[in-house]
């Protein structure tokens, strides 16, 4: 509230000066920022990691048709893996 | 099973379920907590006879009041996202399943080394024994090796259904055309009831999920015996 009538209306590089001077006078928007701005990077660097690196997407019609037919059996295409070893699991099926 | 008037979770049979279960615990005492001090603020603001017009910010409680929330909420995310991840984790299973949902059945496939299959439909109240449940009991219950990981593939022959048994911590749709996986550990024997979770017209709420976790000799003993009445 306290920002945004000051920062309606005006040009980017001058909204830099602005914050500026509002975080001198109102230090306790620091906390803020870093929350919210590190939780936005956070979404969005998961969301990019998902539409590079999931094997449902698919970005290229010609060359990569269906990336999800060609995962690997020790392949750990989840973010995080609490209590399995992928690199540890046996190919079980046969190939076609 | 559920028992009446209970308002808490049932005993966990798995260990995703017991992971579930503590999780619960943290998020649901972090709650307890924040109500707590926002109810007594709530009566002390209406009961207090001071009154201070001239205060009008203060940077310091501004920066409290934004970093503690932030931090409870941080200790409630990681222990979340940890479970998600858990819950997600394809295990080695010992056993695949085909859980098939009808109307108004579920039918159940081990196809591993032979071909057991059967139907199981819910008992109907005036054939009860003294002692079963009401909506609960099956004629044919789905018999697991206890402490196997078991993976089960389930998907419906006509409508939606959905295969879940609370103290397992298991519940997937049944998706016509879709193949669905999920997986679980009976970590105790016993026997664990659940019901179909996901309206399938008018027996919706009477085809009711029963598994019984044995040890691996007797579930043994049951798939022959099974693959003989056949």
């Known amino acids: 509230c306290v920002q945004s009538r000051l920062t309606l209306h005006v040009r980017n590089d001058k909204m ?6 509002q975080l001198r006078n109102h230090p306790a928007l620091i906390p803020l920022f870093f929350f919210i701005g590190g939780g936005a990077a956070m979404s969005l660097l998961y969301l990019a990691r998902l539409g590079l690196r999931n094997p449902d997407v698919c970005w290229d019609r010609k060359n990569n048709p269906e990336p999800w037919n060609k995962l690997g059996p020790t392949d750990q295409y989840k973010f995080f893996a609490v209590n ?6 046996k190919k079980d099926r046969p190939d076609f | 099973m559920a028992h009446p008037s209970q308002l808490g979770f049932q005993d966990a049979a798995s ?4 992971e579930l279960l503590h999780f619960h615990d943290h998020a649901l005492m972090i709650v307890f907590l924040i109500s707590t001090l926002v109810l007594y603020i709530i ?3 209406v009961t207090t006879k001071l009154t201070n017009k001239f205060i009008l910010d203060s940077q310091e409680i501004e920066i409290i009041w934004t970093l503690l929330p932030a931090i409870i909420l941080i200790l ?3 222990p979340s996202l940890r479970i998600l991840y858990l819950m997600d984790e394809i295990n080695d299973p010992h056993l695949t399943i085909k859980a098939m949902g009808h109307q108004w059945y579920w039918s159940y496939e081990y196809t591993d080394y032979e071909d057991l299959g059967f139907d199981s439909y819910m008992i109907p109240t005036q054939d009860l ?11 044919h219950r789905m018999v697991v090796p206890v402490e196997s990981p078991i993976r089960i593939l389930i998907s419906a022959e006509d409508v939606l259904h959905s295969w879940a048994v609370p103290s397992l911590g298991v519940k997937m749709d049944a998706v016509p055309g879709r193949l669905n996986q999920t997986a679980f550990i009976a970590s105790r024997p016993g026997v664990f009831y659940g019901q179909c979770s996901e309206i399938c017209g008018a027996n919706h709420s009477f085809m009711p999920i029963v598994v019984e976790a044995v040890p691996l000799e007797h ?12």
Do not use: H, T
Request: charged share 25%.
């Open chain 1, 16 to 21: 830099l000066a602005i914050v500026r001077k």
């Open chain 1, 84 to 89: 399995m070893d992928y690199s540890k699991l």
């Open chain 2, 15 to 18: 260990p995703v379920m017991e």
């Open chain 2, 43 to 45: 009566v002390a603001m």
């Open chain 2, 76 to 78: 409630i995310a990681l």
């Open chain 2, 129 to 139: 024994a003294p002692g079963q449940f009401r909506l609960l009991e099956a004629d």
């Open chain 2, 219 to 230: 579930f043994e003993n049951w798939s022959s015996l099974m693959l003989e009445d056949a």
